[in-house]
């Protein structure tokens, strides 16, 4: 079957998502979804569809859709790509903006899946190593077709500096995308850079801050120019008519989304504080989870400790850099509440 099959697909590794147990007992922490329901508008519109409309194709462009999103930024509809999920958006990047014989810059450790899409595309990986402390410095006269900067960056839950970001990219000579799933959660972000920069993109999900990793609906904002390439690649109909009605609604209901993330955030600070009493080091984290070191007792055994007790978090022991850290999302109160208390049973002993 091997000749059957390109080699670069037949020497790849596929993408490995974050386990989803259906044991409703579990407490899951492990792969940064937000614990609270989203709009109430998602359910009225929901009893609003007509179940006819699903016998035609959704709107290919996803107009209406994209004008929310274009009032919620202050740019133009012809500003901003919506596509299914913010993996989607990434995936055209790399077709869009990488020659064959051109190459694919990030930041390691960064999300996981940057690596697999260039593979997939079978193009070079140029990754820049993070320093210990998880902040990053380019080699120098460093170049790539197209840079994958997640900011804050996942799994470490650090921002990087503004400024550091804004310099890069106005100097860079080929396409950055920074990837803002979290930037809800942070204090600020780089939203006007996609729309004062020529060769930059910021994509945004609707999986974290608005409660919906369900409905796979994620965009980018950047000039016309690069949101027109990637029209031009995309999927007939990318996006489909429920996700798109879902996400619109959910999009106008500020709200509840800024209720939801304050809600995640106060608990993040709580557990933060926590962890650090233990003894554990704790990332200042600008997301909705919490990279932590945990000192004494260590990542591996904790993680397996937790397991027992049907709290699941997400380990990366495959990397000498994380193997160290464990990545821990924010639940609900409740279930953080029972997290540290079967921590502290564990540090303690009493486990």
Same mark, same amino acid.
């Given at each position: 079957?091997s000749?059957?099959?390109?080699?670069?697909?037949?020497a790849?590794?596929?993408?490995?998502?974050?386990?989803?147990?259906?044991?409703a007992d579990i407490?899951?922490?492990?792969?940064?979804?937000n614990?609270y329901l989203p709009?109430p508008?998602v359910?009225?519109?929901?009893?609003?569809v007509?179940i006819a409309?699903l016998?035609?194709y959704?709107?290919?462009v996803?107009l209406?859709?994209?004008?929310v *999103?274009a009032e919620?930024?202050?740019?133009a509809?012809?500003?901003v790509f919506v596509?299914n999920g913010?993996?989607e958006?990434?995936a055209?990047?790399i077709?869009?903006f990488?020659?064959?014989?051109g190459s694919?810059?990030y930041?390691?450790?960064?999300y996981s899946?940057?690596p697999i899409?260039?593979?997939?595309?079978d193009?070079?990986k140029r990754?820049?190593?993070?320093t210990?402390a998880f902040g990053?410095d380019?080699?120098?006269?460093?170049d790539?077709s197209?840079?994958?900067?997640?900011?804050?960056?996942?799994p470490?839950s650090?921002?990087?500096?503004r400024?550091?970001v804004?310099?890069?990219a106005k100097?860079?000579g080929?396409?950055?995308?920074i990837?803002e799933?979290?930037a809800?959660?942070?204090d600020?972000?780089?939203m006007?850079?996609?729309l004062?920069?020529?060769?930059v993109?910021?994509?945004?999900?609707?999986?974290?801050s608005y409660s919906l990793a369900?409905i796979r609906?994620?965009?980018?904002v950047g000039?016309?120019?690069?949101?027109g390439a990637m029209?031009?690649?995309?999927?007939s109909?990318?996006v489909?008519?429920?996700t798109?009605?879902v996400?619109?609604v959910?999009v106008l209901?500020?709200?509840?989304?800024?209720a939801?993330?304050s809600?995640?955030?106060?608990?993040?600070?709580?557990?933060?504080?926590k962890?650090?009493?233990?003894?554990f080091?704790?990332s200042?984290?600008?997301?909705n989870?919490?990279w932590?070191?945990?000192?004494? *007792?260590g990542?591996?055994?904790?993680?397996?400790?937790?397991?027992?007790k049907? *709290?699941?978090v997400?380990y990366?022991?495959?990397d000498e850099?994380?193997?160290?850290y464990?990545? *821990?999302?924010i639940?609900t109160a409740?279930?953080?509440?029972k997290?540290?208390?079967?921590v502290e049973?564990?540090?303690?002993g009493?486990f």
């Open positions: 079957m000749n059957l099959i390109r080699k670069s697909v037949q790849m590794s596929g993408y490995v998502p974050g386990e989803q147990p259906k044991d407490v899951k922490l492990n792969t940064n979804e614990p709009s508008d359910q009225d519109i929901l009893q609003m007509d409309m016998s035609r959704p709107d290919p996803c209406e859709l994209r004008k *999103i919620l930024h202050g740019c509809v012809e500003n596509g913010s993996d958006v990434l055209l990047g077709r869009a990488v020659e064959r014989d694919v810059g930041f390691d450790p960064s899946l940057y899409l260039a593979d997939i595309e193009v070079e990754p820049v190593a993070l210990s990053w380019l080699p120098k006269n460093y790539a197209l840079f994958l900067l997640t900011n804050p960056n996942a470490t650090l921002k990087f500096n400024s550091n804004e310099t890069f100097g860079f080929g396409v950055v995308l990837d799933a979290y809800d959660f942070a600020e972000n780089c006007d850079l996609a004062d920069n020529v060769n993109l910021v994509a945004r999900t609707l999986s974290k369900g609906l994620g965009y980018c000039s016309a120019e690069l949101i029209f031009k690649i995309k999927d109909y990318n489909n008519y429920l798109q009605e996400a619109r959910a209901d500020q709200d509840t989304m800024k939801n993330v809600a995640i955030v106060e608990t993040r600070r709580m557990v933060a504080e962890l650090s009493e233990f003894g080091e704790v200042d984290s600008q997301t989870f919490l932590v070191k945990p000192l004494g *007792i990542a591996k055994p904790l993680f397996d400790r937790l397991r027992t049907n *709290i699941i997400r990366f022991g495959n850099r994380t193997k160290d464990l990545r *821990i999302t639940g409740p279930e953080m509440l997290f540290l208390d079967t049973e564990i540090v303690n009493d």
